[in-house]
């Protein structure tokens, strides 16, 4: 089993930026892909970047040169770092471990044009 808890959402202004983490516990030895997920009001959740254990990533169109995620596999955390927001990126933001099929319960972003 793992547990997966995000933080550090919150509210900005467009062009700000935010981080978020997730930090996992339980069985996390064999977690390899971690991925972020994002889910708009009204609308399904979408892949925003996943991470595997070997650092290789990969990004949505849509957040592709703004967002950065990253990983330490020491510490058991994934991050966001999230640049020049934009009100479309309003959403409440999941961390994920599909391995296990695990997820957080989110955090909320919210940004204001």
């Known amino acids: 089993q793992v547990q997966l808890v995000e933080s550090g959402g919150g509210w900005v202004q467009a062009g700000g930026s935010l981080t978020l983490s997730c930090a996992a516990s339980?069985?996390?030895?064999?977690?390899?892909?971690m991925a972020w997920y994002r889910r708009a009001s009204g609308k399904p959740r979408d892949l925003v970047a996943t991470?595997?254990?070997?650092?290789?990533?990969n990004y949505a169109d849509s957040v592709k040169g703004r967002f950065t995620i990253s990983r330490d596999n020491g510490k058991n955390t994934v991050h966001l770092q999230m640049n020049n927001l934009k009100p479309e990126d309003t959403a409440v933001y999941y961390c994920n471990a599909p391995d296990y099929a695990a997820w957080g319960r989110g955090t909320q972003v919210t940004v204001s044009s």
């Open positions: 991470i595997t254990s070997g650092s290789s990533t």
């Open positions: 339980g069985t996390t030895l064999s977690i390899n892909t």
